[in-house]
């Protein structure tokens, strides 16, 4: 059964849908989303079909969709959507302002490279074992979807570090105020220590819960674009180094080599 994997949002001067990209691949478009009121004759393949689909059926009229909607692809809902063809990753928003693209690309607008946005998707815990299925020691193999390259991560290993987390903020120096789901679970965010990025330089996994920080939203903002990140990284790497080489992933250039990680030079 697929699952919400982000919240997207698709605007422009004469549309506006909210909806949520799924883990199969399809894209949820919700009630009472305005549609382009008109289509152009660019518009081809899976967005016209499905677009003539909703307005034969009735379910979309005025513009306007009457119930919720799956798409067979991002492209599709976009296309739909605007009534011209469009790509679904470059059109698709996160929450965060990243095109759906981005998002699966694991980067972020400010650090392309280095980013990894949590999911925020409140996931069950029995399709997280069954859909994913164990950690292993293979490191994670580049997957391509819709022509945009990423690594998809392992969520029981997020989900371990998340119940080993202890609800709290890993930075011991952390003072943010912290806020609970509504599972009743402290909201705090996986961020890989080592990014997944440059997961091809070592030959274990590092997609495992010893690599994984829960960070509240603040430090985990904080940890990739603020000034106190070298400390924050170095305190983090100094609490996580010893289980980190168990799992033979080792550092030979140490806390220097991990900055540079993040864009630090030493
Ligand atoms: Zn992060
Ligand atoms: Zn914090």
Same mark, same amino acid.
Do not use: W
């Given at each position: 059964?697929?699952?919400?994997?982000?919240?997207?949002?698709f605007?422009?001067k004469?549309?506006?849908? /909210?909806?949520?990209?799924?883990s199969?691949?399809?894209?949820l478009i +919700?009630?009472?989303s305005?549609f382009? !009121?008109t289509?152009?004759d660019?518009?081809?393949?899976?967005?016209?079909t499905?677009?003539l689909? $909703?307005?034969?059926?009735?379910l979309?009229?005025n513009?306007?969709?009457?119930?919720d909607?799956?798409? =067979? =692809? =991002?492209?599709s809902?976009a296309?739909a959507?605007a009534g011209?063809?469009?790509n679904?990753?470059l059109e698709?928003?996160?929450?965060e302002g990243l /095109?759906?693209? *981005? +998002?699966?690309?694991?980067?972020t607008?400010e650090d392309k490279?280095?980013?990894?946005v949590? =999911?925020?998707?409140?996931k069950d815990?029995e399709?997280?074992e069954?859909?994913y299925?164990e950690?292993?020691?293979?490191p @994670?193999?580049?997957?391509?979807r819709d022509?945009v390259?990423f690594y998809?991560r392992n *969520?029981?290993?997020?989900?371990?570090a998340?119940m080993?987390s202890?609800?709290?903020?890993?930075l @011991? /120096?952390c003072?943010?105020p912290?806020?609970k789901r509504?599972?009743?679970r402290t +909201?705090?965010?996986?961020h890989?220590?080592?990014?997944?990025?440059?997961?091809?330089e070592?030959?274990?996994n590092i997609?495992?819960?010893?690599?994984?920080?829960c960070?509240?939203p603040?430090?985990?903002r904080?940890i990739?674009?603020g000034?106190?990140?070298?400390?924050?990284?170095?305190e $983090?790497?100094?609490e996580?180094?010893e289980a980190?080489?168990?799992?033979?992933?080792?550092?030979n250039?140490? $806390?220097?080599?991990?900055l540079n +990680?993040?864009?630090?030079? !030493?």
């Open positions: 059964m697929a699952y919400k994997i982000v919240s997207i949002v605007h422009g004469h549309f506006y849908a /909210t909806g949520e990209y799924l199969d691949g399809k894209v +919700y009630k009472n305005q382009a !009121k289509i152009h660019s518009l081809i393949s899976g967005g016209r499905e677009r689909y $909703l307005e034969n059926s009735g979309l009229k513009g306007i969709l009457s119930q909607y799956t798409f =067979s =692809s =991002s492209s809902a296309s959507i011209h063809n469009r679904g990753l698709f928003k996160t929450i /095109t759906l693209g *981005e +998002y699966l690309n694991g980067l607008k490279d280095k980013e990894e949590p =999911s925020e998707a409140d815990d399709i997280i069954t859909y299925g950690i292993t020691d293979v @994670p193999e580049e997957k391509t022509g390259k998809p *969520e029981k290993a997020k989900k371990i998340m080993q202890g609800d709290v903020c890993a @011991p /120096t003072k943010h912290l806020f509504r599972s009743g +909201y705090l965010e996986a890989h220590l080592i990014p997944i990025s440059v997961c091809k070592f030959s274990s997609d495992i819960p010893e690599n994984i920080v960070l509240c603040s430090c985990h904080e990739h674009h000034e106190e990140a070298e400390r924050m990284i170095s $983090l790497y100094d996580r180094k980190l080489e168990k799992k033979n992933i080792k550092l250039g140490g $806390l220097k080599q991990l +990680y993040y864009g630090i030079k !030493k």
